[in-house]
């Protein structure tokens, strides 16, 4: 298959209602295919696990590759030098160097970004007044979220919809004057952003004891969790906070699960209970497995991620994440991420190694 | 059921609150529980502590080697009820194969009885009667070493029966010693408080075993402020987070997790040693699944024997695999999986990358071995049974990559030639290598030795030393002075 035929056939897939369990397979096999042609490091690592397209039946077969890959190997079926965008991770582990997932073109994630939102997150109306905590994209070329965002206030976003973080930060007073606005007019709002850049605004507005109380149908949008970047927050303490300080039900609070290598996200359906069971459309995949054997865990016992996403056409579909999940009725609990847990004896564990070897190398 | 962990000397179990720790399946759990103390009370057991080991310094030494000897041959004793409660529990708390836990006590125990303890002694004392009484010195003068009034040990980890290590140094230089054990294995130093207590009540007052929650809290601050020395195991961060809290007379023996690694020379590399060579290398890495800071992360391996460092991955796999069935490794978290897969994947991803490597596995993820011939540094494994073997032109090349390393380095184990021997052994030293071992003993340190390079007891003592002046103005007013 050529890459217009297999953009052609991804679209048309994203475009219908459904798709069955074979529909699927039979797509995930053909872009299995298509990947192990054109994407050499992928083919190498797939003979390595004595997978090719010829004993993959299910996309069930279908090597996971570790997400730890793509900062290793250049993962890609068209010449990188061709992509139209290359979003990278912001991870800061490893010496600085970041994954990058090339995109040859943005049709394909933009459908399924656009598909799926409208669904999850604005089901109810075509668009909503919106304030955006995140840089936006020419501040943040290679961030697959700015882009996400983007997209969301281009397609969702009232003309009254923008930016509300600068190059110093959030501008607490004009945010402030906003949503009173919003609380006054009584027309929603949507705020949307990181997950840690609620916290400086949360604290802000502890700070200066100010509550707001948006109007019915306005909504909350957080994504990627604290990763350092701020204090962290129990999940229900964060949503208690957001409703509270809002005036949103935790029911209208939706979080996204997503990640650069991957080009579909995943919601829940509101986090009036936390952890909130996520899912994903029709055209993306997730087993909850040892990632030891690679085999799926029996039903309700904790694993690590895995996720076939067939619109991550150029590079790879299936990875393995880093993040524990949980299979449960209508998609996965996700718990955080599978490692970090304190070293059970004296021995030195490879993380704790490189941050000594780090401070040795510069102190 | 629910065993009670620590052991408390100066306040009565109903004054103190308990809590309760988990282990074990869910079908088969065991709970433990372990004590919390206040503020008020740290401070009361430090006080009741530091006047044992005020009563501990009247002892003759002798008599202490004698009970701690009492104290292991009765841990010894495979009928003996502790003994038996240590084999059924530790497993189930630790994951680690009973089998296992069973012959790593008995050999761990062994080397506390009276003729290795007399050695420890020796190790760093030419004459040990200087602990019980001052004792004359070569410049002249007397010196007596004295341990610290109250020694606190925060030890870490779940390797069973490590506690007892420092617990025994603070007691042969009669501190007063207050232990925190780690929630990962919270029980064995208890129970051997516990039967030191029967087997001498006289010293039921020297020592006690504590809990709090790792991070915590006013306990801790207690201690840290009531502590003459403190003596602490874990993290770097852990550790600097202790450091950061101590009063800055307090002395602070700080011991890091470290990294270990195995040499083997081409001379050993023949058809008839390899096998040995491989089985004993093996066992380093499957006794404790690597979780000693003598675990063998890494084994260089020389080119150029009959056997070369590929084949020789391959009998190590071999090996493991062979243990895996003898010794299967101990059931691991979805974190340490985690772990082990990154480590694995790594090394499988580099390895289709391109380059002379090899991952050698089995399916269930139970060891990995990779071969690699590319100049590789020094780094830690994925634990639990995950071993890399590079191949080298001459051993005494590794000694340049793990120089950026010497503040994490331990353990080296050796399979060389005499001559060799010593000569890697200079160059070793020189780079931070404190300890030197045959394959097969990385992780069964002999009694006596110097843990990190550092002085196990007279790390812990200050001398008072009665100066040649003092003498002879004593004798100027002597009643018999002329």
Not at chain 2, 163 to 192: D, M, R, Y
Not at chain 2, 351 to 371: E, F, I, K
Request: glycine content about 8%; aromatic content about 10%; proline content about 6%.
């Amino acid at each position: 298959m050529t890459q217009d035929e297999i953009i052609r056939r991804l679209l048309d897939f994203i475009a219908a209602d459904d798709a069955t369990e074979s529909a699927f397979n039979r797509l995930a096999l053909e872009v299995f295919a298509y990947q192990f042609e054109n994407n050499s490091p992928f083919r190498q690592f797939c003979m390595q696990r004595g997978r090719t397209p010829r004993t993959a039946k299910t996309w069930r077969d279908i090597p996971a590759v570790p997400i730890n890959a793509f900062k290793e190997l250049t993962l890609s079926c068209c010449p990188p030098e061709e992509a139209a965008r290359v979003f990278m991770t912001s991870g800061t582990t490893k010496a600085g160097v970041k994954g990058k997932s090339y995109h040859p073109t943005l049709a394909v994630y933009d459908a399924s970004m656009i598909t799926h939102f409208k669904k999850r997150f604005m089901p109810d109306r075509d668009r909503i007044d919106m304030g955006i905590l995140f840089p936006d994209e020419s501040a943040m070329p290679n961030s697959s979220l700015a882009h996400y965002l983007a997209l969301a206030r281009e397609h969702f976003g009232t003309g009254d919809s923008r930016y509300e973080i600068g190059e110093t930060g959030i501008d607490f007073d004009a945010l402030f004057a906003r949503l009173a606005q919003a609380e006054k007019t009584g027309e929603p709002y949507a705020l949307l952003g990181a997950s840690y850049s609620f916290v400086p605004l949360l604290d802000e507005m502890k700070r200066r004891n100010l509550t707001f109380a948006l109007p019915v149908g306005s909504r909350m949008f957080d994504t990627g969790g604290f990763k350092g970047q701020s204090r962290e927050l129990s999940l229900d303490d964060f949503y208690n906070q957001l409703s509270t300080g809002f005036g949103v039900p935790r029911s209208r609070c939706i979080n996204m699960y997503g990640m650069t290598e991957l080009s579909t996200q995943f919601y829940d359906n509101g986090n009036a209970v936390c952890p909130s069971v996520k899912s994903g459309p029709h055209w993306i995949r997730s087993r909850v497995i040892n990632p030891l054997t690679g085999e799926d865990v029996p039903d309700g016992e904790t694993g690590v991620l895995s996720h076939c996403d067939l619109a991550h056409f150029n590079i790879v579909s299936t990875i393995l994440t880093e993040d524990a999940g949980v299979v449960v009725d209508g998609g996965f609990l996700l718990l955080g991420r599978a490692d970090g847990e304190e070293a059970r004896g004296c021995s030195m564990a490879v993380e704790e190694f490189l941050k000594a070897a780090d401070v040795a190398a510069t102190g | 059921m629910t065993e009670r962990a620590g052991y408390i000397p100066g306040l009565a179990p109903q004054d103190i609150a308990w809590q309760n720790l988990r282990f074990g399946s869910p079908d088969c759990a065991l709970d433990i529980s372990v004590p919390t103390l206040s503020d008020t009370q740290m401070r009361t057991v430090a006080a009741t502590v530091r006047a044992g080991g005020r009563r501990l310094k009247t002892l003759p030494t002798e008599r202490i080697v004698d009970i701690i000897d009492r104290a292991a041959a009765q841990l010894l004793d495979r009928a003996h009820p502790v003994r038996r409660k240590a084999e059924d529990m530790l497993p189930r708390i630790t994951g680690y194969d009973a089998e296992m836990i069973r012959l790593g006590l008995t050999g761990y125990l062994k080397t506390f009885r009276k003729p290795e303890l007399r050695k420890f002694l020796a190790e760093d004392f030419a004459n040990p009667l200087i602990l019980d009484d001052f004792q004359p010195m070569p410049k002249g003068g007397f010196a007596r070493a004295f341990g610290p009034g109250i020694l606190a040990h925060i030890w870490a980890g779940n390797v069973p029966g490590l506690p007892v290590w420092s617990l025994v140094s603070g007691l042969l230089v009669k501190a007063g010693n207050i232990g925190k054990v780690p929630s990962a294995e919270p029980l064995f130093a208890g129970w051997f408080a516990q039967i030191l207590a029967e087997t001498d009540p006289e010293i039921a007052d020297c020592f006690a075993i504590v809990w709090w929650k790792g991070g915590d809290t006013e306990s801790e601050t207690a201690l840290l402020r009531e502590a003459d020395t403190v003596l602490a195991y874990g993290g770097n961060d852990a550790l600097s987070a202790i450091r950061d809290r101590l009063p800055v007379t307090t002395r602070y023996l700080a011991y890091g997790h470290k990294v270990s690694f195995g040499l083997i020379s081409r001379a050993a590399l023949d058809s008839r040693r390899v096998p040995g060579t491989a089985h004993a290398a093996a066992y380093d890495i499957v006794r404790y699944d690597q979780q000693g800071c003598y675990s063998p992360h890494v084994f260089f391996v020389e080119n150029g024997g009959r056997i070369s460092p590929e084949e020789f991955s391959q009998y190590l796999a071999h090996e493991l695999s062979a243990f895996e069935k003898k010794y299967p490794r101990r059931p691991l978290s979805v974190a340490e999986a985690g772990d082990v897969a990154a480590w694995r994947h790594q090394e499988e991803i580099r390895s289709s990358a391109g380059g002379d490597r090899l991952v050698l596995g089995d399916a269930a993820g139970a060891w990995s071995v990779v071969y690699s011939s590319d100049a590789e540094d020094l780094t830690p494994s994925g634990l639990n049974r995950t071993i890399k073997v590079v191949g080298v032109d001459a051993l005494a090349d590794v000694a340049p990559r793990i120089a950026p390393y010497r503040r994490f380095l331990q353990t080296v184990g050796i399979a060389a030639p005499p001559a060799e021997l010593y000569e890697l052994a200079n160059l070793l030293g020189q780079e931070g290598i404190t300890r030197i071992s045959a394959l097969g003993h990385m992780t069964m340190p002999e009694a006596g030795w110097h843990h990190d390079g550092r002085f196990n007891l007279l790390d812990l003592i200050t001398m008072t030393e009665i100066e040649h002046s003092a003498e002879t103005a004593a004798d100027t007013i002597a009643p018999y002075a002329d």
